[in-house]
């Protein structure tokens, strides 16, 4: 099985969501955006700094990223396979993880990158509802919980994402097609590159990706 992994594409491709039911495999799930917000909602220094970058749509500066993810990744619980989701963003932080993966010996598999139009990526995240607990993630119609403005998963309250807002996804978008689609050509190059189509729905993606990873 494919065991060190990279999920990328555009805000709202669905990369949230298929890395939390990908961890059914037994693989860590390491999302930069998460943490960011932990740190937000906890006020360190690190949220504080994060949340003047993210409120507006923009990325986080890659000394600050690069060293959470080099923590992270060294810990114990990665030894049996992790999922990065919303890093590498840059090529900075792309050359970065090459240096780290062969550092602690453990490298990259392959990239999975999910393919969305933007029409639909715009109704994504106009849509998405997140717990504002546990950070599950919802849809008003393509993901409604069980009961309306409360998750399935821990009861927490449903709330709309700061940076979910229009003029926050115009820059996010920029930032995608700027900084992160080159590195598609990147790990093309290396052979590493797999390509989904995220619009067949999140139970067939998931479905589609188990398989190709079980291989
Ligand atoms: P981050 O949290 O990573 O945000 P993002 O990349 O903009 O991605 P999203 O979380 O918006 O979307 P997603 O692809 O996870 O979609 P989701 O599964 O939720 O980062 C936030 C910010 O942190 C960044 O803008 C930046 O400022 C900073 N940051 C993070 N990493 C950084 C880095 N490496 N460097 C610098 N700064 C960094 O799905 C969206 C919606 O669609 C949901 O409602 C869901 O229910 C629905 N949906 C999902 N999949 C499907 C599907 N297959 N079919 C139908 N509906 C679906």
Do not use: W
């Not at 999922?83 to 590498?88: H, R």
């Not at 393919?115 to 993630?137: F, M, Q, T, W």
């Not at 119609?141 to 979910?164: A, S």
């Amino acid at each position: 099985m494919k065991k060190n992994i990279i999920l990328m594409g555009a805000p709202g491709a669905g990369k949230g969501t298929l890395a939390k039911q990908l961890i059914s495999l037994g693989l860590i799930h390491i999302s930069t955006g998460d943490m960011f917000r932990e740190a937000i909602n906890e006020g360190t220094e690190l949220g504080k700094l994060a949340n003047s970058y993210i409120k507006d749509g923009n990325l986080v500066p890659d000394d600050v990223t690069i060293g959470i993810v080099r923590e992270r990744l060294s810990k114990d619980d990665c030894k049996n396979g992790f999922l990065l989701d919303g890093f590498p963003r840059t090529l900075p932080q792309a050359e970065a993880l090459e240096k780290m993966s062969k550092e602690i010996s453990r490298p990259i598999d392959v990239v999975i990158n999910l393919d969305c139009d933007e029409e639909e990526l715009v109704r994504r995240i106009s849509g998405r509802r997140v717990c504002k607990n546990c950070g599950a993630p919802y849809h008003i119609t393509n993901k409604k919980p069980l009961v309306e403005g409360i998750c399935d998963i821990c009861g927490g309250p449903l709330i709309q994402r700061k940076d979910d807002n229009e003029e926050s996804l115009k820059v996010r978008l920029q930032h995608y097609v700027q900084d992160t689609k080159p590195l598609l050509d990147f790990y093309q190059d290396k052979g590493l590159l797999q390509n989904f189509d995220s619009l067949v729905g999140m139970n067939v993606l998931f479905d589609e990706v188990s398989v190709f990873l079980k291989k």
